[in-house]
């Protein structure tokens, strides 16, 4: 399972959560704009935005989860199986394979409106990456500084649906979750009132009840609700160091601790388990990139703008997966 949201303090933040129960090899990935980007049915990309953000790169081809381009365009893919429902190429569409619609929608947009022009034109094919990398069933989120979208392909075709709280999981479809958030839309941060029996004598007996009543476990449909809740109710410093931590806090309220979510055993009967491999945080407006891991807490970055963005190769950092503990004695 995945989680992915946006935030607003004095600047703009994008992130996710990628829970799995294995880790490919992953690494944060520079793409500069002269890095040129192969697309199987139709034309590379010569010349385009830079982008950032988290690829497992094979043959040099940055294979992104998600990423954030130098206008503050984001994406990030989530799963969606049994949904997910790719073609083959189509004569007058825009036939592009799903690993290729974040390089190639953040190579040319610099805005949401800009991307839902582009979108309404595609068709994503069930071309593979390789033998190896089969398509992965997946829906995405989309944000710029001011608005949010999410993008599916499913059998009935593809949707764009307004996201307006601006976070996003796995199954099922969106307008699936937009619903079933109304269901808890009297929870509150605030201290309980007695609606229920007026004049009867009834006291909050704790504090912390905030969100009182929203589910608390880890099924795609209640992270949606948790993470709505937490992001919406999110007060916070306006410093990017304030800005950042609350961020990787709200992501925290849905993250996954291993043994939590069980998915049976492996070949040689080890217990798979999905967890927070890692987390992430990316700064719309400077192209900052922050992220932690499931071993190390600690955050780490990757500025963007301190490679030669008019270059033409991939700057690829391993992450930063050793615990750094601060020992003070
Ligand atoms: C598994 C992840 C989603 C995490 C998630 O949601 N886990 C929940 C389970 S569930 O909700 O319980 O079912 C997704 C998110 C992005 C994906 C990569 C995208 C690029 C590339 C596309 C290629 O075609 C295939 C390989 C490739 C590296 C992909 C591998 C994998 O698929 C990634 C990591």
Sequence with gaps: MCTAATYTTKDHYFGRNLDLEFSYHETVTVTPRRKVLPMRHTDALKEHYAMIGMAFVVEDYPLYYDATNEKGLSMAGLNFPGNAHYNAPADGRRNLASFELIPWILGQCATVEQARI?????????????????????????ADQNESIVFEQTENGTRIFDNPVGVMTNNPTF??????????????????????????????????????????????????????????????????????????????????????CRLGTDEDGNLLCEY???????????????????????????DMNREDLDGDRLAVYELQKEPRICRQN
């Design 175 to 260: 307008d699936y979750h937009m619903l079933h958030l109304q269901d808890y839309m009297n929870a509150s941060a605030r201290l309980p009132e007695n609606r229920l029996a007026p004049g009867v004598g009834m006291e909050p007996y704790s504090r912390g009840m905030g969100g009182f009543g929203i589910p608390g476990d880890l099924s795609s449909a209640s992270r949606f609700v948790k993470v709505a809740f937490t992001k919406m109710n999110s007060l916070s410093g306006d410093s990017e160091e304030e800005s950042v931590s609350q961020f990787f806090k709200i992501l925290g309220s849905v993250e996954q601790q291993k043994g939590c």
């Design 276 to 302: 927070t491999i890692y987390s992430s945080c990316c700064n719309m407006d400077r192209g900052i990139y922050y992220y932690t891991t499931y071993e190390n807490s600690g955050i780490s970055c990757v």
């Design 118 to 142: 582009l979108l309404a034109e595609v068709n994503l094919t069930d071309t593979a990456f390789s033998p190896q990398l089969p398509p992965s069933p997946l829906h995405w989120l989309i």
